[in-house]
């Protein structure tokens, strides 16, 4: 057994060297909806519901009752993006509809866990968080912003330390240690720079990094048999600044991650059945570069811009100043589960979360239209060797619009923006 668990520990530590820095999801804002394949197929729920050892980055107690075990997955996800505009040429975001060109992304994820002692439990997970990817040229090169081709591509990957201990038979606490690493890349907002703390820093630099350090806290308890009950929480991280955007990201470039928590359910009607529900709850409203109100271009320029213009006290990259306008989100997931045969489980799930997005804040979003609020998911488990499975989660995003207006400062014009999405998932689990 010593041996078999350092080769566990041998193949995790080299999948988690092999994983690629990428994460792009757009489900609860830009958070995802799950981190596993067998939680993603119950729509994410899964803070009282531990079944891998990738549960450890929703309820970091998780792990007490997963034991030893090895999971590696990786997801395609699809996103379709689009705006339509209704503005006069020349104003913006560019006139007609259109749509982004970045479709398809891979997020891999990686878990391990291991029982150290009777009551005693640590894990590592490996995950994309979230992300942001569009990439438009509205058909003529000229960008919705009139700058050439436009986008943005905002990136997080996530390293975990848990440590969980069982305090009882079926209750146990865990805290986690989070290490974040960001890029972000940002083109054609260059038409923005006469109202930016610092035009050189705000479009066309490149891929810049941004790394900070947090942690997250879980419990689970059993209320009665067949009922339990998982909570977490993790603070908002403070990430180091991306200094190649310190003139788009309020307060010179920062753009933390914000705090977060969850309250899970789970309970079993009869046998072989299981119901799950989540309660989450994203706090977008932290984050400056996030929550703030877009820009407005209230000075009497023309929308292009102009050089002459006073900055204003919500110039983009101004510690105060215009971000994407996103408030704060409740997410609620419910998903069953259901035994087919002895070796063959199967999930369904749905999730439905609050609009992130106003519709005061379409212009800027047309780079981030995040708008999706419901989830339907599928999934299966099968086992394909006494101690080994495989398993299959299905994501369909349902098609959402969010529609408003252009600030009177930029002409005011009709906008919609449109996201609909599909993800296919798998995943190799070991128990050993």
Same mark, same amino acid.
């Given at each position: 057994?010593?041996?078999?668990?350092?080769?566990?520990?041998?193949?995790?530590?080299?999948?988690?060297?092999?994983?690629? @820095?990428?994460?792009?999801?757009?489900?609860?804002?830009?958070?995802?909806?799950?981190?596993?394949?067998?939680?993603?197929?119950?729509?994410?729920?899964?803070?009282?519901?531990?079944?891998?050892?990738?549960?450890?980055?929703?309820?970091?107690?998780?792990?007490?009752?997963?034991?030893?075990?090895?999971?590696?997955?990786?997801?395609?996800?699809?996103?379709?993006?689009?705006?339509?505009?209704?503005?006069?040429?020349?104003?913006?975001?560019?006139?007609?509809?259109?749509?982004?060109?970045?479709?398809?992304?891979?997020?891999?994820?990686?878990?391990?866990?291991?029982?150290?002692?009777?009551?005693?439990?640590?894990?590592? @997970?490996?995950?994309?968080?979230?992300?942001?990817?569009?990439?438009?040229?509205?058909?003529? #090169?000229?960008?919705?912003?009139?700058?050439?081709?436009?986008?943005?591509?905002?990136?997080?990957?996530?390293?975990?330390?848990?440590?969980?201990?069982?305090?009882?038979?079926?209750? @146990?606490?865990?805290? #986690?240690?989070?290490?974040?690493?960001?890029?972000?890349?940002?083109?054609?907002?260059?038409?923005?720079?006469?109202?930016?703390?610092?035009?050189?820093?705000?479009?066309?630099?490149?891929?810049?990094?941004?790394?900070?350090?947090?942690?997250?806290?879980?419990?689970?308890?059993?209320?009665?048999?067949?009922?339990?009950?998982?909570?977490?929480? #993790?603070?908002?991280?403070?990430?180091?600044?991306?200094?190649?955007?310190?003139?788009?990201?309020?307060?010179?470039?920062?753009?933390?991650?914000?705090?977060?928590?969850?309250?899970?359910?789970?309970?079993?009607?009869?046998?072989?059945?299981?119901?799950?529900?989540?309660?989450?709850?994203?706090?977008?409203?932290?984050?400056?570069?996030?929550?703030?109100?877009?820009?407005?271009?209230?000075?009497?320029?023309?929308?292009?811009?102009?050089?002459?213009?006073?900055?204003?006290?919500?110039?983009?990259?101004?510690?105060?100043?215009?971000?994407?306008?996103?408030?704060?989100?409740?997410?609620?997931?419910?998903?069953?589960?259901?035994?087919?045969?002895?070796?063959?489980?199967?999930?369904?799930?749905?999730?439905?979360?609050?609009?992130?997005?106003?519709? #005061?804040?379409?212009?800027?979003?047309?780079?981030?239209?995040?708008?999706?609020?419901?989830?339907?998911?599928?999934?299966?488990?099968?086992?394909?060797?006494?101690?080994?499975?495989?398993?299959?989660?299905?994501?369909?995003?349902?098609?959402?619009?969010?529609?408003?207006?252009?600030?009177?400062?930029?002409?005011?014009?009709?906008?919609?923006?449109?996201?609909?999405?599909?993800?296919?998932?798998?995943?190799?689990?070991?128990?050993?």
């Amino acid at each position: 057994m010593v041996s078999t668990k350092k080769w566990a520990l041998a193949s995790a530590v080299a999948a988690a060297i092999a994983l690629p @820095a990428t994460a792009l999801a757009t489900t609860a804002g830009y958070f995802q909806l799950g981190y596993s394949t067998i939680s993603d197929g119950m729509a994410g729920a899964s803070a009282a519901l531990p079944q891998d050892s990738m549960v450890q980055a929703t309820n970091p107690a998780g792990i007490a009752f997963v034991g030893n075990h090895l999971d590696l997955g990786v997801a395609g996800f699809w996103p379709y993006r689009n705006y339509t505009s209704g503005a006069p040429t020349g104003y913006y975001p560019y006139p007609g509809s259109f749509g982004s060109n970045s479709r398809f992304f891979l997020i891999p994820h990686l878990g391990y866990s291991q029982r150290l002692s009777h009551d005693n439990y640590v894990g590592v @997970a490996i995950y994309g968080n979230g992300g942001m990817s569009t990439n438009y040229n509205s058909g003529t #090169s000229v960008g919705p912003y009139y700058a050439g081709q436009t986008g943005v591509n905002l990136q997080q990957l996530f390293v975990q330390a848990t440590y969980s201990r069982k305090f009882l038979r079926h209750d @146990a606490v865990g805290l #986690s240690l989070l290490f974040a690493h960001q890029s972000f890349s940002a083109d054609g907002l260059g038409n923005f720079g006469y109202d930016s703390t610092s035009p050189n820093n705000l479009s066309g630099n490149g891929v810049s990094t941004s790394n900070g350090v947090g942690f997250k806290i879980g419990g689970q308890f059993r209320i009665v048999p067949g009922i339990d009950v998982g909570v977490a929480y #993790s603070p908002r991280m403070t990430m180091s600044k991306f200094s190649q955007y310190s003139g788009l990201f309020a307060g010179g470039g920062r753009f933390d991650i914000p705090a977060n928590g969850v309250i899970g359910l789970a309970f079993k009607p009869m046998a072989g059945q299981v119901v799950a529900f989540d309660f989450q709850r994203i706090y977008y409203n932290d984050v400056p570069a996030i929550a703030n109100a877009g820009p407005t271009n209230d000075d009497g320029c023309s929308p292009l811009g102009c050089a002459t213009s006073p900055m204003d006290a919500d110039a983009l990259g101004a510690p105060g100043g215009a971000g994407f306008g996103w408030q704060n989100i409740s997410v609620y997931k419910i998903g069953y589960q259901f035994a087919v045969t002895r070796a063959v489980t199967g999930r369904v799930g749905f999730a439905y979360n609050t609009q992130p997005i106003p519709s #005061s804040q379409v212009l800027l979003n047309v780079l981030a239209p995040g708008v999706i609020q419901r989830n339907v998911t599928a999934g299966v488990t099968i086992r394909t060797a006494r101690r080994q499975d495989v398993s299959i989660a299905a994501m369909y995003g349902l098609p959402q619009s969010v529609y408003g207006n252009a600030p009177a400062g930029f002409g005011g014009a009709p906008i919609k923006i449109s996201l609909h999405e599909y993800q296919l998932e798998a995943n190799w689990g070991w128990k050993f």
